[in-house]
């Protein structure tokens, strides 16, 4: 079992920043593909942005792509999403998601073994 902890998830003015973290259990983490997925009230949950293994190739959601950043550090067992220019569209859930497979389709929930609990991003004034 693969355990995902977000943090960083709170209220933040239009056009601010937050940089959202999270920690993973175990001691192969170099070896997941890391997702961001995110969730608003009575929406579906989508995708936001997706790492490789080792960190070189990365995917954005059109939504935020010139926005967004992930990145990911193995060392600490730990992956990352700064969001910047945020909207009040960006207002959701924000969940991060481990592909301990084959990660073939970065953008599809699907793909993904294993959650985190998720953490609130709310964007207003």
């Known amino acids: 079992q693969v355990q995902l902890v977000e943090s960083g998830g709170g209220l933040v003015q239009p056009g601010g920043s937050l940089r959202l973290s999270c920690a993973a259990s175990?001691?192969?983490?170099?070896?997941?593909?890391m997702g961001w997925f995110r969730q608003a009230p009575g929406k579906e949950r989508e995708f936001v942005a997706a790492?490789?293994?080792?960190?070189?190739?990365?995917r954005y959601a059109d939504s935020v792509k010139g926005r967004f950043t992930i990145s990911r550090d193995n060392a600490k067992n730990t992956a990352y999403l700064q969001m910047n220019s945020l909207k009040s569209e960006d207002t959701a859930v924000y969940y991060c998601?481990?592909?301990?497979?084959?990660?073939?389709?970065?953008?599809?929930?699907?793909?993904?073994?294993?959650w985190g609990q998720g953490t609130q991003v709310t964007v207003s004034v």
């Open positions: 790492i490789n293994r080792s960190g070189s190739i990365t």
């Open positions: 998601a481990a592909d301990t497979a084959y990660g073939l389709e970065w953008h599809s929930a699907s793909e993904y073994d294993y």
């Open positions: 175990g001691r192969t983490f170099s070896s997941y593909i």
